[in-house]
């Protein structure tokens, strides 16, 4: 008998027919050669059953039936693709062996094990896990398969996380609906990263600027000329700034100190599918999404570049000779003169910023392939370039620089200069016909983004005498604000929800956050589009900013006290259970047990909250587009987590009786949240007068202090913050919000009563928070 090859869509099939079955006969659902039947899935052909599979009663949403938490959730086939299922069925019985060929991930894993449980499939099973679609990898990949029981926790994490986002989609989805007669979506990533949309407008909505100078020195020591900012504590008062430009000008100056030392820029990292989409947005204003759809067109269709829906940045030892031979395809392309100038020693297994196996799981980073690039549209031409010019720039030098530090007094005045003399291009020559680099440009030192050094580029030497004076031959005062935080970007975002909402610029850090992140490289598109096409979410140019629909959704789930629903980091912690499970570390029924849980809690917290009136939702911007609108009836979530087809309003928003009875007379919790939020969010402002009007609730732990903590936004801050009295309580940990009573008895006694809480890991414990740090307001789980 045959053997027949699943692959996750028919363009795979074709290209490993192409490559191992060359004469195969095309029967249009499938390909069938002489060793080998090859045919493909089109995607999900199985997924999970609705809630009325389980029971008639569910048809109808009613609160009064939840939690629905189904003993042993059922599959069912998608209507849509049901022949292609027949289809494979009836070859699986012609063949006495099957190998896995779909997408070599969690996803791919996913959907090739919801085939094979359907159709009760039991023959021994072979996986074929490659990173692209060569012919060359292709039979290579064939000559290594593996053992499909060698993906078997891949296959559970798989399970747990479609199955997790079941639960909390249904459940939460049809809790907040039926609750408050509006169709509501909500999920297990989707909520947590409007949380981080809605938490940054409130940012930028409640900042209040403040103004501030700068004063700048222009000196003059021989022929060299440099400019200095003033060092100092920041200018508040014009008059001060003033003062100083006047104390300067014209006098002379001594060199308080200089240094001068070489500064290398190595090449940035290759690219993994999250840090490619960041890149396509910033510089190409593609949506993640597009350059996901992209991506997977230069892998599938034209197979130019290696599997994109990967997360990492570095190659394995089997790699290297890989990159060698793709650089040698590149010579005679429009690349070819940057491979002639190309340094291929520089590529090799110990060069750790390359090759890193222990960081390498799934897939390597993204590159180009020994294929060469034609036919492509516009488009992919752009997004391909980013990919070989940072594959390029790995086998080329550092830029080298030489950076100057210089502190100039001037009547008791100091001054700092930093300046960057390039010396050798290196690897940024390939970049620069793009106009990369600035003759200028502002650098950040520091956690304050109105705090910067300028950085100035010299297009020639720098000389400088230590020992002599220097003439100060002009000054000025330039009078700032502090700016508020930017709007989140789809690469900002992304970048966000890569490490579940810490702001991280460090790439260690990153690369350490992202088993912890919100979603994976390969759902954070369609997590985007899903907030887009429910309307929480609307796009001004590249910004995004958050519709009444999503402020009301948030304000909502938070007003009804399962703010963990919408806690990045915790939602992270899943998703680094997740993948726990994947390798073996972890259980999927512990985990599994704790959403439901979860989901339990969810709908009892939704239960007794008060509904909202109606009036709330109908306040919908104006400006809305139409495609906003027409979501309202479809933004429900399926029993595989995906959107669901549209319902009639009637059907959709169901309301139990008890609560028509009583909608009359109900609050609009939705303002009565709004009006605490807008009450309870604080300034940037570190001015003096930053506490005023707001409430002061407890002493600051930290001894000597002698502030009183008060109530921001996300946390409880010191009052003599502006004194440097650091201490932060968040307001919302381990599923707990803190309240004013509580914090008084937690920094009074170090400890609160026994509470139900949640560990970081989502297990649901007895516990009791304790302040374990005075001076930092550190808290931790105390479960004896």
């Given at each position: 008998?045959?053997?027949?090859?699943?692959?996750?869509?028919?363009?795979?099939?074709?290209?490993?027919?192409?490559?191992?079955?060359?004469?195969?006969?095309?029967?249009?659902?499938?390909?069938?050669?002489?060793?080998?039947?090859?045919?493909?899935?089109?995607?999900?052909?199985?997924?999970?059953?609705?809630?009325?599979?389980?029971?008639?009663?569910?048809?109808?949403?009613?609160?009064?039936?939840?939690?629905?938490?189904?003993?042993?959730?059922?599959?069912?086939?998608?209507?849509?693709?049901?022949?292609?299922?027949?289809?494979?069925?009836?070859?699986?019985?012609?063949?006495?062996?099957?190998?896995?060929?779909?997408?070599?991930?969690?996803?791919?894993?996913?959907?090739?094990?919801?085939?094979?449980?359907?159709?009760?499939?039991?023959?021994?099973?072979?996986?074929?896990?490659?990173?692209?679609?060569?012919?060359?990898?292709?039979?290579?990949?064939?000559?290594?398969?593996?053992?499909?029981?060698?993906?078997?926790?891949?296959?559970?994490?798989?399970?747990?996380?479609?199955?997790?986002?079941?639960?909390?989609?249904?459940?939460?989805?049809?809790?907040?609906?039926?609750?408050?007669?509006?169709?509501?979506?909500?999920?297990?990533?989707?909520?947590?990263?409007?949380?981080?949309?809605?938490?940054?407008?409130?940012?930028?909505?409640?900042?209040?600027?403040?103004?501030?100078?700068?004063?700048?020195?222009?000196?003059?020591?021989?022929?060299?000329?440099?400019?200095?900012?003033?060092?100092?504590?920041?200018?508040?008062?014009?008059?001060?700034?003033?003062?100083?430009?006047?104390?300067?000008?014209?006098?002379?100056?001594?060199?308080?100190?200089?240094?001068?030392?070489?500064?290398?820029?190595?090449?940035?990292?290759?690219?993994?599918?999250?840090?490619?989409?960041?890149?396509?947005?910033?510089?190409?204003?593609?949506?993640?999404?597009?350059?996901?759809?992209?991506?997977?067109?230069?892998?599938?269709?034209?197979?130019?570049?290696?599997?994109?829906?990967?997360?990492?940045?570095?190659?394995?030892?089997?790699?290297?000779?890989?990159?060698?031979?793709?650089?040698?395809?590149?010579?005679?392309?429009?690349?070819?003169?940057?491979?002639?100038?190309?340094?291929?020693?520089?590529?090799?297994?110990?060069?750790?910023?390359?090759?890193?196996?222990?960081?390498?799981?799934?897939?390597?980073?993204?590159?180009?392939?020994?294929?060469?690039?034609?036919?492509?549209?516009?488009?992919?031409?752009?997004?391909?370039?980013?990919?070989v010019r940072r594959f390029l720039s790995q086998f080329f030098p550092p830029a080298r620089y030489t950076g100057h530090t210089v502190l100039t007094k001037v009547e008791q005045h100091l001054f700092k200069s930093n300046m960057k003399q390039l010396l050798e291009l290196g690897w940024k020559v390939i970049y620069s016909d793009h106009n990369q680099e600035a003759a200028t440009k502002r650098k950040k030192v520091n956690a304050d983004a109105d705090e910067q050094d300028e950085v100035t580029e010299l297009d020639q030497p720098f000389e400088l005498n230590a020992d002599g004076d220097v003439l100060c031959k002009s000054a000025t005062a330039r009078e700032k604000a502090t700016k508020p935080p930017k709007s989140f970007t789809e690469g900002t975002l992304l970048r966000a929800m890569e490490s579940a909402g810490k702001q991280i610029e460090d790439d260690e850090m990153r690369e350490a956050m992202k088993d912890s992140g919100l979603g994976t490289p390969a759902t954070r598109a369609s997590t985007i589009e899903r907030l887009k096409t429910v309307g929480y979410i609307t796009m001004v140019g590249k910004k995004i900013t958050i519709a009444n629909k999503g402020k009301i959704a948030i304000e909502l789930i938070r007003g009804a006290g399962v703010e963990l629903l919408t806690s990045p980091e915790m939602t992270g912690m899943w998703e680094k259970r997740l993948n726990d499970i994947a390798r073996g570390n972890a259980s999927n029924e512990q985990f599994m047990n704790n959403v439901k849980k979860f989901a339990t809690m969810i709908v009892d917290k939704v239960r007794v909250q008060p509904m909202v009136a109606k009036s709330s939702f109908e306040k919908q911007e104006v400006t809305a587009t139409k495609r906003t609108r027409s979501t309202k009836k479809t933004d429900d979530v399926k029993a595989d987590g995906k959107e669901a087809k549209p319902r009639t309003r009637k059907t959709a928003v169901k309301e139990p009786d008890a609560t028509k009875t009583t909608r009359s007379r109900a609050l609009s919790a939705a303002s009565q949240v709004n009006a605490v939020a807008n009450a309870t969010i604080t300034t940037t402002d570190k001015s003096a007068s930053a506490t005023n009007g707001l409430q002061l609730i407890a002493p600051c732990p930290r001894a000597g202090c002698g502030g009183q903590l008060f109530m921001g936004r996300k946390d409880y801050g010191c009052s003599h913050y502006r004194s440097g009295c650091t201490v932060i309580i968040r307001r919302e940990v381990f599923g707990h919000s803190i309240t004013p009573h509580d914090l008084k008895v937690l920094t009074n006694s170090g400890t609160t009563p026994t509470l139900k809480l949640y560990t970081p890991g989502g297990e649901h414990v007895d516990g009791r928070i304790v302040l374990v740090n005075r001076n930092t307001g550190e808290l931790s789980i105390d479960m004896n």
């Open positions: 008998m045959k053997t027949l090859i699943i692959a996750e869509k028919p363009d795979m099939g074709r290209n490993i027919a192409a490559a191992i079955e060359p004469k195969a006969k095309n029967m249009r659902s499938y390909l069938e050669g002489d060793t080998y039947i090859i045919s493909w899935a089109i995607g999900h052909l199985v997924g999970l059953a609705e809630p009325d599979a389980y029971d008639d009663r569910y048809k109808k949403w009613n609160i009064s039936h939840l939690p629905i938490i189904p003993e042993q959730f059922k599959l069912i086939a998608n209507k849509r693709t049901a022949d292609q299922l027949k289809v494979i069925k009836e070859l699986a019985q012609r063949c006495d062996h099957i190998v896995n060929a779909c997408d070599a991930g969690r996803e791919g894993q996913y959907i090739f094990s919801l085939i094979q449980r359907y159709l009760k499939l039991n023959h021994p099973v072979q996986r074929l896990w490659i990173s692209d679609l060569t012919a060359e990898t292709i039979r290579k990949g064939f000559q290594e398969l593996r053992s499909e029981s060698e993906y078997y926790n891949l296959t559970l994490a798989a399970s747990a996380r479609s199955e997790a986002d079941w639960l909390i989609g249904m459940n939460g989805t049809r809790a907040f609906t039926t609750k408050h007669n509006e169709l509501m979506s909500v999920g297990r990533v989707q909520t947590p990263v409007l949380a981080l949309i809605y938490d940054r407008e409130a940012e930028i909505a409640k900042f209040d600027s403040l103004t501030f100078f700068d004063v700048e020195a222009q000196f003059q020591q021989e022929e060299t000329n440099y400019k200095g900012l003033w060092q100092g504590d920041r200018i508040t008062e014009k008059e001060k700034a003033d003062a100083i430009v006047s104390d300067v000008k014209g006098k002379h100056g001594i060199i308080e100190s200089y240094e001068a030392k070489e500064i290398k820029e190595y090449p940035h990292r290759l690219y993994d599918l999250t840090l490619l989409q960041r890149e396509a947005n910033s510089k190409l204003n593609f949506s993640a999404k597009k350059t996901l759809d992209i991506a997977q067109s230069l892998y599938e269709k034209h197979k130019v570049i290696t599997y994109p829906r990967t997360n990492s940045n570095y190659v394995t030892e089997q790699n290297i000779p890989e990159m060698h031979k793709a650089l040698t395809a590149l010579q005679s392309t429009s690349y070819g003169q940057w491979v002639q100038q190309s340094d291929r020693s520089l590529v090799h297994i110990g060069n750790k910023s390359i090759c890193n196996p222990a960081k390498v799981e799934d897939h390597h980073a993204i590159m180009p392939t020994v294929r060469k690039a034609t036919s492509l549209s516009a488009d992919e031409q752009k997004l391909y370039d980013l990919v």
